[in-house]
């Protein structure tokens, strides 16, 4: 069965950096596009950002343009999200998703979300 | 970027009842419109892709329609594992935006 487990969650000051992990397994992880989605605390869902499967394509919301880079590692099954110039408006749990359709379509699989706390 | 505005934000129903969100987009989005299920500290799960295709594993008693810029999520009688939150969300094009969400607790 599809499974992905995000890592690399924390607390972390304003300005510094977090790299999340995201494990996949149970799918030709190649295959499929990925996404970063974060859910703020009580707050709705908000998509991050999107990749290829061969890694040629990405995608950002313009708020985290020029601060987060989405990446992917094939040959280890892992996707990840590094984060720089965090602020507190990026306090969220992050999930990692698989694409069901086109790269940016659809999630039909997400991970279980990875907690990340901007504060000093 | 696309907005999508769902209603109502919240709704009170009990178990049996027939239940529909609606879920609208700022312009049109053909049927490129999903619907997730969250419970509380969970990961959202998907329940509706492409307006009306019902995801593999998903009861059979929750249906979508609507193409352009209106959409509905049914479900036909609630169960008490179906209170949770309805997001719907645009994958027409990026960024990919979530409507604002519908909570369905007990009446």
């Known amino acids: 069965q599809v499974q992905l487990v995000e890592s690399g969650g924390g607390v972390v000051q304003p300005g510094r950096s977090l790299r999340l992990s995201c494990a996949a397994s149970g799918f030709t992880f190649s295959r499929y596009g990925m996404h970063w989605l974060r859910q703020a605390p009580g707050k709705g869902l908000e998509w991050v950002a999107a990749?290829?499967?061969?890694?040629?394509?990405?995608d950002y919301i313009e708020s985290v343009k020029g601060r987060f880079t989405i990446s992917r590692d094939n040959s280890k099954n892992t996707l990840y999200l590094q984060m720089n110039s965090l602020r507190a408006e990026d306090t969220a749990v992050y999930y990692c998703?698989?694409?069901?359709?086109?790269?940016?379509?659809?999630?039909?699989?997400w991970g279980q979300g990875t907690l990340v706390t901007v504060s000093s | 970027d696309i907005q999508m505005t769902q209603s109502p934000s919240s709704l009170s129903a009990s178990v049996g009842d027939r239940v529909t969100i609606t879920c609208r987009a700022s312009?049109?989005?053909?049927?490129?419109l999903n619907w997730y299920q969250q419970k509380p500290g969970k990961a959202p799960k998907l329940l509706i892709y492409?307006?009306?295709r019902l995801q593999s594993g998903v009861p059979s008693r929750f249906s979508g329609s609507g193409s352009g810029t209106a959409f509905t999520l049914t479900i036909s009688s609630l169960q008490p594992e179906d209170f949770a939150t309805y997001y719907c969300?645009?994958?027409?094009?990026?960024?990919?935006?979530f409507g604002g969400g519908t909570r369905v607790d007990f009446k």
């Open positions: 969300q645009q994958s027409y094009s990026p960024p990919l935006t």
């Open positions: 312009q049109t989005i053909d049927n490129y």
């Open positions: 998703a698989k694409v069901g359709g086109s790269w940016t379509g659809y999630v039909d699989y």
């Open positions: 492409a307006a009306s």
């Open positions: 990749m290829s499967y061969d890694g040629s394509n990405k």
